[in-house]
């Protein structure tokens, strides 16, 4: 979501928005982004603690020109957090730190989600 310092000051999400698009326009043979060519969902995982605010990033910049259905926003699921040495992180003294369960867990979250 942030101005990482491109020249263009696009978003990695931006980039990546625009690249799926292009991809579907040019399976369409069509040089606008139509309704009609996104056939296909562009799936934006994000972490629980980020879910709603990478969902508003989207919206505020109304889906970088494509149609809100274009896209699936999911989170992945969390496991208990641990140190290199294995040990479980704990929050507070009655709660363990979760984390999420990374890439490796991308069909799981799909299938709950």
Do not use: W
């Not at 990695?12 to 040089?31: G, S, V, Y």
């Not at 140190?83 to 009655?94: A, F, L, T």
Request: aromatic share 14%; proline share 4%; with cysteine.
């Amino acid at each position: 979501m942030y101005n990482i310092g491109l020249k263009s000051e696009k978003s990695i999400f931006q980039i990546l928005t625009e690249r799926f698009f292009k991809a579907q326009m040019d399976a369409h043979n069509t040089p606008t982004l139509t309704k009609e060519c996104q056939t296909c969902k562009l799936m934006i995982m994000t972490s629980s603690t980020n879910h709603d605010e990478t969902y508003n990033f989207f919206k505020s910049n109304n889906f970088f020109g494509g149609e809100e259905s274009s896209f699936f926003f999911f989170s992945q699921s969390s496991l208990p957090a641990v140190d290199p040495e294995g040990k479980v992180i704990m929050k507070s003294q009655y709660e363990i730190q979760l984390a999420p369960n990374g890439n490796g867990a991308l069909f799981d979250s799909i299938k709950v989600n």
